[in-house]
C-alpha cells in the first residue's frame, strides 16, 4: 500500500472557536485547552490573536512556553499587531506568526474604503497586496513558520487571489490559507478554487495550501474535504466546530471522515482520535457551549441506538448500524461512577483519564468541592467532575464569594433575595425584590457590589447531568464597554448556581480591572 499523505491539522479552537458568541475562556482554561489539544495531538495550535487584548496576549505567551507543538498567533498585516504577535510567541519553541488581510471586492471596498487605500478598486487591491508582502516580510524577521490568511478568499477573483497568494510566498509565507469567511461556497467549487491557486500559482509548491471554512450553509466539512482532494494539505477547525456565527469546521468530522473513509483516499492525520470525545467534553464544559445530542462524532446521541429494528441489529453485529466505535474516538463503554467513599486518589485517577493534570493544591481543592457535592448528590458522573474542574479553572486573584443566600419565592409572594457577599474590602449585605427568585438575586448581588447599572449580557442555565440531584450549571456574561466576563456556578440548586455566577462574573472582572487588562478590540474579523 502507498504511504498516506499527511495532512495538518490546525486547531482555532482557542482563537476563532473562542470568538463565538459567549464563549470567551480565561487564561486558566486556556492553558487546560492547549494541553489537551497536544494529546490530541493537532499539528498547530492557535492559541489567540494578542493584538486584541492583553488577556490574548497573555493567553499566548503562556500556552507558547509551555507547549511542544506549533503554536500559531493571529496579527492583522500591521506592524503594531505583528510585533505583538512576535512578542507573545517569544518563548514558544515552534513559533508560527498568522497574518492575514482582506482579499475580497466586497471586503477590500468595505474595510479599506478610505481614500488612502486608493481611489479605485484597481488601486486598493494594488495597496493590499502590498501591505501583505510588507506584512510576510516583517513577521519573517521573528520567525520562520510564516501563516498568511488572504480573507474572504471564498469570494475573492480568483485572478487576484493567485497573484497575492504567489507575491506573499516570494515574501517568504511558508502556509497560504484560503478562508471561506462567510460560509458561502460549494464544495465543488472551492475545490475547484484550490486547484485554481495549484495551476496558476507558479511558487505554490513552496508552501503549504491551508484552509479554514465556515459552516455558515452548513458546508464546513464537505468543504475542507473536498479542498483537501483538491490539494490543501491543512485543515483549520475547531472542536466542537465552534467559531464566528455558525463556526469552523469541526475537527472531529474532519478526522474522523478522512479516518472511516480511508478506502476512498489516501490521506490521513496524525490525530489520536481516542481523545476526541474528553477534549470536546472540555471544551463545552470550559466554554458553556452545549454540543447538540445529534452531533456527529461527540453528541450524546452519536452512538444511541433507540429503535427495536436498530437495537436488534445492533445485538447481532455492531456494523449494521455503526461505522466506527465509540472506542475509536473516546466514547465511554460504561459510566464510572465515583463518590463519597471514592477517595482523592481514586478521585485524582478519574481526572487524569478525562484530561485534567493537577497540581498539589488544585487537587485538594477540587477534593474539597467534590466531598461537598457528594453530600448532596451520592452519584458522581464524569460530567459533574468536568463542572467542578470547570469552576476550580474559574479562580481568581482575590476572589468575591457568596457566604450567605436566602429566597422567598412561590406562586403567590413577591420574590424576595437576601444576598451576603465577602470580598477582599469587606463583607457586604442587600435585598432585593425581582421579577423573579434569579432576578432578585440579581438585584441584590448588583446593590451589594453598588454597580451603578447592571452589567448583565446574557444568563442561562443548564442541568449537566440527567435525574433529579443533577447539577445545575449557570452561565452569567457580564459586558463592561468592550470587555466580556463569562462566569459560571453549578449546585445542585439552580438558584445559588446563579448567584455564584454572578458572583464569579464579578470576581473575574475585579481582576481584569486589578491587572488593567480590561480593554479589547474589535478585532474586525
Ligand atoms: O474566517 C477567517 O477568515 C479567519 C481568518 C482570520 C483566518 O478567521
Ligand atoms: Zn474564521
Not at 419565592?409 to 474590602?425: H, L, N, Q
Request: a negative charge; charged letters at 25%; aromatic letters at 6%.
Amino acid at each position: 500500500m502507498t504511504e498516506k499523505e499527511k495532512v495538518h491539522i490546525f486547531d482555532t479552537t482557542l482563537r476563532d472557536g473562542e470568538q463565538s458568541p459567549g464563549a470567551s475562556l480565561n487564561i486558566q482554561e486556556k492553558v487546560e485547552i492547549a494541553r489537551q489539544l497536544e494529546k490530541l495531538n493537532v499539528d498547530v495550535i492557535e492559541a489567540g490573536f494578542p493584538a486584541s487584548s492583553p488577556l490574548q496576549f497573555e493567553a499566548v505567551n503562556r500556552i507558547s512556553a509551555e507547549s511542544g507543538k506549533t503554536v500559531a498567533a493571529l496579527c492583522r498585516a500591521t506592524e503594531g499587531d505583528i510585533q505583538s504577535a512576535a512578542k507573545a510567541l517569544s518563548q514558544a519553541r515552534h513559533p508560527r506568526i498568522h497574518t492575514f488581510i482582506s482579499t475580497s471586492d466586497i471586503h477590500i471596498l468595505g474595510k479599506f474604503g478610505h481614500d488612502r487605500y486608493g481611489k479605485t478598486l484597481a488601486e486598493k487591491q494594488a495597496t493590499i497586496l502590498r501591505m501583505a508582502v510588507d506584512a510576510v516580510t516583517m513577521a519573517k524577521s521573528f520567525c520562520q513558520d510564516i501563516e498568511f490568511s488572504a480573507e474572504d478568499a471564498g469570494r475573492t477573483n480568483q485572478t487576484y487571489l493567485a497573484e497575492i497568494i504567489s507575491a506573499v510566498i516570494e515574501a517568504g509565507a511558508t502556509c497560504v490559507n484560503i478562508p471561506d469567511t462567510t460560509g458561502y461556497t460549494w464544495p465543488s467549487e472551492f475545490g475547484q478554487r484550490i486547484r485554481n491557486l495549484r495551476q496558476h500559482v507558479p511558487n505554490i509548491a513552496d508552501a503549504i495550501i491551508s484552509v479554514h471554512c465556515h459552516n455558515d450553509l452548513g458546508l464546513a466539512v464537505a468543504n475542507s474535504l473536498s479542498a483537501v482532494e483538491n490539494g490543501a494539505r491543512q485543515v483549520e477547525c475547531s472542536i466542537n466546530g465552534i467559531g464566528e456565527r455558525a463556526g469552523n469546521a469541526s475537527l472531529e468530522e474532519v478526522v474522523m471522515a478522512l479516518k472511516v473513509r480511508s478506502d476512498l483516499h489516501n490521506f490521513a492525520t496524525d490525530i489520536v482520535t481516542e481523545e476526541i470525545y474528553n477534549t470536546s467534553r472540555m471544551v463545552s464544559s470550559f466554554t458553556g457551549m452545549i454540543v447538540q445530542p445529534n452531533k456527529a462524532i461527540v453528541g450524546d446521541n452519536a452512538f444511541a441506538h433507540e429503535s427495536g429494528i436498530h437495537q436488534d441489529g445492533m445485538l447481532k453485529n455492531r456494523q449494521t448500524y455503526e461505522v466506527m466505535t465509540p472506542q475509536s474516538v473516546g466514547v465511554p463503554e460504561t459510566h464510572i461512577v465515583l463518590g463519597r467513599h471514592s477517595g482523592k486518589h481514586g478521585l485524582q485517577s478519574r481526572l487524569a483519564a478525562l484530561g485534567y493534570k493537577l497540581e498539589a493544591q488544585e487537587l485538594e481543592n477540587v477534593y474539597q468541592r467534590f466531598l461537598n457535592l457528594a453530600d448532596k448528590k451520592k452519584e458522581i458522573y464524569d460530567d459533574d467532575l468536568r463542572v467542578l474542574m470547570g469552576d476550580e479553572m474559574q479562580k481568581t486573584a482575590e476572589p468575591i464569594e457568596l457566604d450567605y443566600l436566602h429566597i422567598n419565592s412561590g406562586t403567590s409572594s413577591i420574590p424576595t433575595a437576601t444576598i451576603r457577599i465577602k470580598t477582599p474590602d469587606g463583607t457586604y449585605e442587600e435585598s432585593s425584590t425581582g421579577d423573579g427568585p434569579v432576578d432578585a438575586c440579581f438585584r441584590a448581588i448588583e446593590r451589594a457590589m453598588k454597580l451603578e447599572s447592571s452589567l448583565l449580557n446574557s444568563y442561562s442555565v443548564r442541568s449537566t447531568t440527567a435525574g433529579r440531584q443533577a447539577l445545575g450549571e449557570a452561565t452569567v456574561r457580564l459586558r463592561d464597554k468592550n470587555a466580556f466576563f463569562t462566569g459560571r456556578g453549578v449546585s445542585t440548586d439552580i438558584i445559588e448556581a446563579s448567584a455564584k455566577a454572578y458572583i464569579q462574573a464579578l470576581s473575574l472582572r475585579q481582576d481584569a480591572l486589578r491587572q488593567n487588562i480590561t480593554t479589547s478590540i474589535d478585532n474586525g474579523i
